[in-house]
T-cell receptor
Framework: GDSVTQMEGPVTLSEEAFLTINCTYTATGYPSLFWYVQYPGEGLQLLLKATKADDKGSNKGFEATYRKETTSFHLEKGSVQVSDSAVYFCALWAHNTDKLIFGTGTRLQVFP | GAGVSQSPSNKVTEKGKDVELRCDPISGHTALYWYRQSLGQGLEFLIYFQGNSAPDKSGLPSDRFSAERTGGSVSTLTIQRTQQEDSAVYLC????????????FGSGTQLSVL
């Protein structure tokens, strides 16, 4: 079945460091891909999305490019801030079942 | 309301008791989803509703789990005879329609079974 695999955390960085969180997927057809973020004490919220190959989703300085050839959707940010500390979830929308399938989440901790 | 509301935010219960978790979706959202978030397990899909019907119940872990939705709005997830492995955060999400890919999540109910 469809699935998402993302790197285990926690990822610990200093402020202004470069961030990459890896995500790969397995799916039939061409799913839409997402990154959701969960800040401490808050619900999950959509960070960015991409709906087809080579699309780049971006928001709040974060970017991810839909790579069909490598079935990946890695999350990147050039300069992280302490306020980016959260858990990040990669997800795909399985069109044949109309539901979001999530990875296990990656905790990011940014220190001043 | 402004967002998806879940209650209670925390629930502590004894093994063998029944619990009910409530979700109040964003007004007008026809699709409603329940997920379970366990430590180190990511988000596990449980069930979704389109209106009051549940086309996909495939994620319910056992027959101790059931869910209903009335009036196309509020949903209740019921766990009977709770077990310690049921301890998790139960998340509810809604979206404007079944085919809308963006989900709006509530803050969840933290369930602890002692």
């Amino acid at each position: 079945g469809d699935s998402v695999t993302q790197m285990e955390g926690p990822v610990t960085l200093s402020e202004e460091a470069f961030l990459t969180i890896n995500c790969t997927y397995t799916a039939t057809g061409y799913p839409s891909l997402f990154w959701y973020v969960q800040y401490p004490g808050e619900g999950l919220q959509l960070l960015l999305k991409a709906t087809k190959a080579d699309d780049k989703g971006s928001n709040k300085g974060f970017e991810a490019t839909y790579r069909k050839e490598t079935t990946s959707f890695h999350l990147e940010k050039g300069s992280v801030q302490v306020s980016d500390s959260a858990v990040y979830f990669c997800a795909l929308w399985a069109h044949n079942t109309d539901k979001l399938i999530f990875g296990t989440g990656t905790r990011l901790q940014v220190f001043p | 309301g402004a967002g998806v509301s879940q209650s209670p935010s925390n629930k502590v219960t004894e093994k063998g008791k029944d619990v009910e978790l409530r979700c109040d979706p964003i007004s007008g959202h026809t699709a409603l989803y329940w997920y379970r978030q366990s430590l180190g397990q990511g988000l596990e899909f449980l069930i979704y509703f389109q209106g009051n019907s549940a086309p996909d119940k495939s994620g319910l872990p056992s027959d101790r789990f059931s869910a209903e939705r009335t009036g196309g709005s509020v949903s209740t997830l019921t766990i009977q005879r709770t077990q310690q492995e049921d301890s998790a955060v139960y998340l509810c999400a809604s979206s404007p329609s079944q085919v809308d890919e963006k989900l709006f999540f509530g803050s969840g109910t933290q369930l602890s079974v002692l």
